[in-house]
């Protein structure tokens, strides 16, 4: 699939306000002062700055847990009044607590911090499982990134052993449950090569939906790959289910040979070979929060 950047016209550009110093002023003219009232000297305040903060020595307990990667805010709530929350050896059951620095914070009898938010996108190779760890000693994704913090990180969503592409690592539990809820359809584009050439019925069928055991699902785009072949097709899906690209081509008659995530709710491989990882910049945060 390709996609297109454009850049931002000049179209837009703020207009020369200086005024014209060759003309001589009259006796009507108004003084400079009066001028103040048109140009005002106002404070400029850049577009996203953030909004000012108040008690800035106390956190909101929820808050506090979810940093800690515990839950997310709303499950942290119902902890609370589940009364496995205390503060200084005492049961916390109030929504809206908030605890001050010093404050020693445990949940089910074990203490907790709120660590530093991390947030690390890998490339992720073939032959590696998407889970914390292997009873059967397999290679799994944490041994890639286990070098790219102190923090503990946690992959969000999966991707099978034969998929290759894009997985995202962190401990902000806030994030990961947006990312992975349905309700929020995170998009992700994959790079699907098959073992026969696809017929332009198929591509059509892909996208108005095809019906699985676990219900009907349908991609949001399908179509050939640019400078591919006719076995190459890119789809982007929201859908988060279990193997969901594979088995709706296997429904189709298809084998898929080879499977590449190339997109990650707006995140992409650019620059980031496989096997690598790197952190996210303050932008790339910024936006995953707010779409």
């Given at each position: 699939?390709?996609?297109?950047?454009?850049?931002?016209s000049?179209?837009?550009?703020?207009?020369?306000?200086?005024?014209?110093?060759?003309?001589?002023?009259?006796?009507?003219?108004?003084?400079?002062?009066?001028?103040?009232?048109?140009?005002?000297?106002?404070?400029?305040?850049?577009?996203?700055?953030?909004?000012?903060?108040?008690?800035?020595?106390?956190?909101?307990?929820?808050?506090?847990?979810?940093?800690?990667?515990?839950?997310?805010?709303?499950?942290?709530?119902?902890?609370?009044q589940?009364?496995?929350?205390?503060?200084?050896?005492?049961?916390?059951?109030e929504?809206?607590?908030?605890?001050?620095?010093?404050?020693?914070?445990?949940?089910?009898?074990?203490?907790?911090?709120?660590?530093?938010?991390?947030y690390?996108?890998?490339?992720?190779?073939?032959?590696?499982?998407?889970?914390?760890?292997?009873?059967?000693?397999?290679?799994?994704?944490?041994?890639?990134?286990?070098?790219?913090?102190?923090?503990?990180?946690?992959p969000?969503?999966?991707?099978?052993?034969?998929?290759?592409?894009?997985?995202?690592?962190?401990?902000?539990?806030?994030?990961?449950?947006?990312?992975?809820?349905?309700?929020?359809?995170?998009?992700?584009?994959?790079?699907?090569?098959?073992n026969?050439?696809?017929?332009?019925?198929?591509?059509?069928?892909?996208?108005?939906g095809?019906h699985?055991?676990?219900?009907?699902?349908a991609?949001?785009?399908?179509?050939?790959?640019?400078?591919?072949?006719?076995?190459?097709?890119?789809?982007?899906i929201?859908?988060?289910?279990?193997?969901?690209?594979?088995?709706?081509?296997?429904a189709?008659?298809?084998?898929?040979?080879?499977?590449?995530?190339?997109?990650f709710?707006?995140?992409?491989?650019?620059?980031?070979?496989?096997?690598?990882?790197?952190?996210?910049?303050?932008?790339?945060?910024?936006?995953?929060?707010?779409?």
């Amino acid at each position: 699939m390709n996609t297109k950047k454009t850049g931002r016209s000049n179209a837009f550009s703020k207009p020369n306000l200086k005024p014209k110093t060759d003309k001589k002023p009259t006796a009507n003219a108004a003084p400079n002062k009066d001028k103040k009232k048109f140009f005002p000297n106002k404070e400029k305040v850049r577009k996203g700055d953030p909004m000012p903060k108040f008690n800035e020595d106390e956190i909101r307990l929820n808050k506090y847990l979810s940093n800690a990667g515990v839950a997310s805010r709303r499950e942290a709530d119902v902890l609370i009044q589940s009364g496995v929350v205390s503060v200084n050896d005492q049961i916390i059951l109030e929504l809206g607590f908030k605890i001050k620095p010093g404050d020693v914070v445990k949940y089910d009898g074990e203490s907790i911090s709120a660590e530093t938010k991390r947030y690390v996108l890998l490339n992720k190779p073939k032959d590696f499982i998407t889970t914390m760890d292997d009873p059967l000693g397999r290679k799994t994704v944490m041994s890639l990134v286990r070098k790219a913090c102190r923090e503990r990180i946690y992959p969000v969503g999966r991707l099978d052993r034969d998929t290759t592409g894009l997985l995202l690592f962190t401990n902000d539990g806030d994030l990961a449950k947006k990312l992975t809820h349905p309700r929020y359809r995170a998009s992700k584009v994959y790079h699907v090569e098959l073992n026969k050439p696809v017929t332009f019925e198929d591509l059509e069928k892909l996208r108005t939906g095809i019906h699985l055991e676990d219900g009907k699902i349908a991609c949001d785009k399908a179509e050939y790959v640019s400078n591919g072949t006719s076995r190459e097709v890119g789809v982007e899906i929201h859908s988060g289910k279990n193997r969901i690209v594979r088995r709706m081509f296997e429904a189709l008659g298809y084998a898929v040979i080879k499977l590449d995530r190339v997109q990650f709710s707006g995140l992409t491989k650019k620059d980031l070979p496989r096997g690598f990882f790197r952190h996210l910049t303050e932008q790339e945060i910024s936006f995953l929060k707010m779409s």
